[in-house]
Nanobody, 121 residues
């Protein structure tokens, strides 16, 4: 199986920055898509950004120009640099990965436990 462990969340003032990290571990053969989702209180979980193993990225419109997703394939780690934070960015941020593990020939979707990002006005 695969474990995803996020770190880097916290409390920051509006306009501030954070760097979220998510490290995947386990019997991993390969990871294709990695991404960050977020869920604010009372709202549905939404995709924030994703990145393929080749480095192709996508972003939700509300974070374009402020957030940057990147990954280190050798470390099975994905990062999310979040700049110019706004109060509406407050949410629990979850790491997500599609990984193929040893003994299997198809990918399975995995989630991290989440890291809280709180932006004060």
């Amino acid at each position: 199986q695969v474990q995803l462990v996020e770190s880097g969340g916290g409390l920051v003032q509006a306009g501030g920055s954070l760097r979220l990290s998510c490290a995947a571990s386990g019997s991993i053969l390969s990871i294709n898509m990695m991404g960050w989702y977020r869920q604010a209180p009372g709202k549905q979980r939404e995709l924030v950004a994703s990145i393929t193993s080749s480095g192709r990225t996508t972003y939700t419109d509300s974070v374009k120009g402020r957030f940057t997703i990147s990954r280190d394939n050798a470390k099975n780690t994905v990062y999310l640099q979040v700049n110019s934070l706004k109060p509406e960015d407050t949410a629990v941020y979850y790491c997500n990965a599609d990984a193929i593990v040893q003994g299997k020939y198809y990918s399975t979707n995995y989630w991290g436990q989440g890291t809280q990002v709180t932006v004060s006005s």
